[in-house]
């Protein structure tokens, strides 16, 4: 089945640990994008990418970095840099026309705890 | 900044009762795309309808609808007879200009009680 798979699903780290986050997309999308949502919010986006080995800085990028080596795979970085990581981290993909119409897909979703 | 505004925080209602979530954006660009996602429990978010802002026409889908008025920037969500399944909390979002970026509302959690 196509779609869209984040992992883990919970994720706990230590304060001053790095962390990655996994997405993986087989729908053949371009477009690929992370946001953060934290409770009673809306989502925030992180990073984005709309082709390999190119992605830009969204709104909230200070303390996390991203590598997009392969189409389908997009992961995140919560480096120690990041303030206030506890969140619920999402992963979408889009065909990535160029035109700004595309939807959006989203994965389940990480929750990320810092203990 | 360009944002997009969903004024009602949480709502309550009855099953089979009919409810709107409202939606106002605010936007300089005189082309643009609008959606609407579904987020239940389990936290993935669902889409539920793309708009342009060139098609004013209502829509629905089954027991949903939307109202889309260009002129007082809104972009309302119906849903008629509400079914407890409905029960998540739902997004309103604006594409901001060619790079596919949304701008989310604070979203509207909706709770229908049987």
């Known amino acids: 089945d196509g779609g869209i798979t984040q992992s883990p699903k919970y994720l706990f780290r230590k304060e001053g640990q790095n962390v990655t986050l996994s997405c993986e997309q087989n729908?053949?999308?371009?477009?690929m994008y992370w946001y953060r949502q934290d409770p009673g919010q809306g989502l925030r986006l992180i990073y984005y990418?709309?082709?390999?080995?190119?992605?830009q800085k969204g709104d909230i990028a200070e303390g996390y970095s991203v590598s997009r080596e392969k189409k389908e795979s997009f992961p995140l970085t919560v480096t120690s840099a990041q303030k206030n990581p506890t969140a619920f981290y999402l992963c979408?993909?889009?065909?990535?026309?160029?035109?700004?119409?595309?939807?959006?897909?989203f994965g389940p979703g990480t929750r990320l705890t810092v203990l | 900044a360009q944002k997009v505004t969903q004024a009602q925080t949480e709502i309550s209602v009855v099953e089979k009762e009919d409810v709107t979530l409202d939606c106002v954006y605010e936007?300089?660009?005189?082309?643009?795309?609008l959606f609407w996602y579904k987020q239940p429990p389990s936290g993935e978010l669902v889409f539920l309808i793309r708009?342009?802002?060139?098609?004013?026409q209502n829509e629905i889908s089954g027991r949903y609808s939307w109202n889309f008025q260009k002129s007082t920037s809104s972009f309302n969500f119906t849903i008629t007879a509400s079914q407890v399944v409905d029960s998540a909390v739902y997004f309103c979002?604006?594409?901001?200009?060619?790079?596919?970026?949304?701008?989310f509302g604070q979203g509207t959690t909706l709770q229908v009680k049987p």
């Open positions: 979408a993909s889009s065909i990535a026309s160029g035109t700004g119409t595309d939807t959006q897909y």
């Open positions: 729908l053949n999308h371009d477009a």
């Open positions: 979002a604006r594409a901001s200009g060619n790079t596919g970026k949304l701008i």
């Open positions: 990418s709309q082709i390999v080995n190119d992605f």
């Open positions: 936007t300089r660009d005189t082309t643009y795309y």
């Open positions: 708009r342009n802002s060139f098609d004013e």
